[in-house]
């Protein structure tokens, strides 16, 4: 029997990416980088980063999640922390040519979170800024406006992920705070969905879902006008009957 020799098999990488939607201003956005170096030098870009040889993948997702964004990944084990971002992992990217320096896979991310602040780069980048994905995506992966890498379709995926996820979970409440309004959530789903929704509609489907919104018994007047209901999420995961998107 031939001895083991770790030189015969060809170099091989793992990374993440981290497709981060916020949304701002009424607007969907994503957290896009400018790299500092090659390849792709001046090309926007995913936040993201090598897998390092001592983490696994959620670890590696939630440090580059942290040193990105400054934020920290949600535990499910500790349902009373607000403060984290919701964590999961999207897809596996793997054509042997999406990285010219060598073999990377990726293992892509989707993170959402509330109104985030303006982000700091890190890392190989040299700037950062919340871009709305519509038009990230309207931009060709092509030519130097483009996404590096294969960013475009991971971005595209992300997106889609998040649009259809909210149809039948409580996902959508990720991108509220602790306490919201009904018209603060409604916006969400707008801003996601890219569609204007009927108020009253949207109020009587999101209160007569059981387990979906739970009132705090406190209101606000922050969208001005009269005092709106707060409520927080409730414990449901998925929603019966679903919030099918509009068709546009």
Not at 73 to 82: L, R, Y
Not at 95 to 103: E, Q
Not at 186 to 200: F, M, N
Request: proline share 9%.
């Amino acid at each position: 029997m031939s001895p083991y020799d770790p030189s015969a098999y060809p170099p091989f990488a793992v990374t993440v990416d981290l497709v981060v939607l916020t949304v701002r201003r009424h607007a969907l956005c994503a957290l896009v980088v400018r790299r500092g170096e090659q390849p792709f030098q001046g090309r926007w870009a995913l936040p993201g980063g090598f897998v390092r040889g001592d983490e696994d993948l959620a670890a590696a997702a939630a440090r580059e999640l942290a040193e990105e964004t400054g934020l920290c990944a949600h535990d499910p084990a500790m349902p009373g922390a607000g403060n984290g971002a919701h964590l999961e992992q999207l897809a596996t990217y793997g054509d042997p040519k999406r990285d010219p320096r060598m073999r990377v896979v990726s293992v892509a991310h989707l993170v959402l979170a509330p109104d985030l602040p303006a982000p700091r780069a890190g890392g190989d980048a040299n700037s950062a800024r919340w871009a709305p994905v519509d038009e990230v995506l309207a931009v060709g992966d092509e030519g130097a406006a483009g996404l590096a890498f294969d960013h475009a379709q991971i971005l595209a995926d992300g997106v889609e992920r998040a649009r259809s996820k909210i149809e039948y979970s409580s996902l959508a409440t990720a991108f509220c705070p602790p306490e919201f309004t009904v018209g603060e959530l409604r916006r969400v789903y707008e801003a996601v969905w890219g569609v204007a929704l009927d108020p009253r509609n949207f109020h009587r489907k999101v209160t007569g879902t059981p387990g979906f919104l739970v009132p705090t018994g406190g209101t606000t007047t922050r969208q001005g006008g009269r005092p709106a209901q707060l409520f927080r999420a409730g414990g449901a995961t998925l929603l019966n009957p679903p919030m099918l998107r509009p068709e546009v």
